[in-house]
């Protein structure tokens, strides 16, 4: 059995990747369509909230990955300051901007269902603005890993930034909690809970989560592999030059 | 290390800028408020304590990219960086200046400034306990970020960016204390929330500081 750490390597990582991608890439597409196709069209009416309650299917898989992505960066983060594999900085890099956008998405859908539930676009609600949260420090990350022009140092500090950030992140997620009431209902897919989403949105909606985790590990592939190119681009033109 | 608080401090004093700046700062913004939201008593009373929470923040934020970037150029970081005294404690010793020329004054500065903005009677005890117990976690927090971004040139918007999200539960438990002591409730439990903050980040983030410093410095 080969180990996990192998994939260490720039060039054993992009064969591997290179090779499963189109899976990935056309699984998420049938996912998605699967799935929207499915939970708009095939499945009835919420009794209370009419259609409107079909934006569920885009709203919470973004919200899963907005959090899931800052942990697989908080993991990546851990691996490079471990054990300096270059991968598993450019792939927290290459995540980055995947999770801004999924926060984003997230927020809009969330304040898009709100304007006709709450009747507003936006409340100062716990889970709401600990997502704004989120998203700043994103922006922050993203940020500082543009303003730095050496790699290594560029690596090294947002490593860091992403693991104080997290326990802020976290710090603040309870924070809100004890400044505000919240708006927002409490988590509708947990595993552990009798009260759950009827079976009828469930599963379409399980569908579309399984979309947007392909499409993320799609676009943190291709992300990844291109910087590990231009990286390798820039090393040549180094050494030419040089010569 | 206490050599390296005085030559701080005394730096701070002797070069301009650097005690007077953040209060002016803090004065400018608290006054700038009833221009835009107007004169009226009972407003100005009901949102003092978060006017001077946000304040007292941003006078912060203003002189963190003092704490290293000065000695980070004429190079006595270098200096510091390879003295006995670990780097931990340069990020704790400096933090610590920053804290009492622009933390310290800002606390003692609150009440006067409650009075421009009308703060009832019973919150003028809250705001400096408040501002006292929080101002620390600002200072060491903000040092964290100035030794993230001493290395990039006009980083200051970029710590501001990277500061500010790492300030967001000290300002909530903040202007908590501050707010339900205006309103004479009960402000003992942010306040403990907000002194486990100050100390939690006093004892763990000078180790990030000295990290990150040490990574510039490479």
Redesign the interface.
């Known amino acids: 059995m080969a180990s996990f750490w192998e994939y260490a390597n720039p060039l054993k990582f992009m064969r591997t990747t290179e090779r499963i991608f189109p899976f990935v890439t056309w699984a998420a597409v049938v996912c998605f369509l699967g799935g929207l196709i499915w939970g708009f069209f095939f499945t009835p009416d919420d009794y209370r909230q009419g259609s409107t309650v079909k934006i569920f299917y885009i709203h919470v898989p973004s919200a899963m990955m907005a959090i899931n992505i800052w942990v697989m960066m908080l993991v990546t983060s851990l691996v490079w300051i471990v054990r300096r594999h270059h991968v598993s900085a450019l792939a927290a890099r290459a995540a980055a901007p995947v999770g801004a956008v999924m926060t984003l998405v997230a927020l809009f859908t969330g304040a898009i269902w709100g304007q006709p539930m709450w009747g507003t676009w936006w409340a100062w609600d716990p889970r709401l603005t600990s997502f704004l ?1 989120l998203f ?2 994103y ?2 990350y993203m ?2 890993w543009a ?2 022009d050496d790699d290594d ?1 560029a690596a ?2 947002t490593s ?2 992403c ?3 997290s326990v ?2 976290l ?2 997620r309870y ?2 909690n ?2 505000n009431q919240g708006l927002h209902q409490a988590a509708s897919l947990s595993l552990d809970k009798e009260e759950n989403v009827a079976d009828v949105f469930w599963y379409p909606a399980l569908v579309c989560i399984a979309g947007f985790v392909l499409l993320f590990v799609a676009l943190v592939i291709i992300r990844t592999n291109t910087e590990i190119r231009a990286r390798r681009m820039r090393a040549l033109l180094a050494r030419e030059r040089q010569a | 290390m206490i050599a390296l608080l005085t030559r701080d401090l005394r730096l701070a004093m002797r070069a301009g800028g650097g005690f007077g700046l953040g209060l002016s700062f803090f004065l400018i913004v608290v006054v700038l408020v009833p221009f835009g939201v107007g004169p009226e008593t009972a407003l100005l009373s009901k949102i003092a304590p978060g006017v001077l929470w946000v304040a007292a923040l941003l006078a912060c934020l203003l002189s963190l990219d003092r704490i290293f970037a000065l000695d980070f150029e004429d190079g006595s970081l270098d200096l510091l960086a390879t003295s006995p005294l670990p780097l931990e404690g340069v990020a704790a010793v400096k933090a610590l200046a920053h804290w009492l020329t622009t933390g310290l004054p800002l606390v003692l500065a609150a009440p006067v400034l409650g009075l421009l903005m009308s703060l009832p009677a019973s919150g003028f005890g809250p705001i400096v306990l408040s501002l006292l117990f929080g101002t620390p976690a600002l200072s060491v927090i903000g040092a ?1 970020g100035a030794a ?2 001493v ?2 040139k006009r ?1 200051g918007l ?1 710590l501001s ?2 500061v ?3 300030y ?2 000290t300002l ?2 903040g202007a ?1 204390v501050a707010r339900r002591g205006a309103e004479g409730q009960d402000y003992m439990t ?1 306040l403990l ?1 907000l002194a486990g ?1 100050s100390a939690a980040t006093l004892a763990l ?1 000078p180790f ?1 500081s000295a ?2 410093l040490r ?2 410095l ?1």
Request: no cysteine; aromatic share 12%; charged share 5%.
């Open positions: 949260i700043l420090f922006l922050g940020a500082l303003a730095i140092t090294d500090l860091v930034l693991l104080v950030g802020f992140a710090l603040s924070a809100v004890f400044w | 964290f993230l971004t290395g990039i980083g970029l960016l990277l500010l999200p790492l967001m539960p909530i438990f908590e942010p929330m903050i983030l990030a990290t990150v990574v510039n490479r």
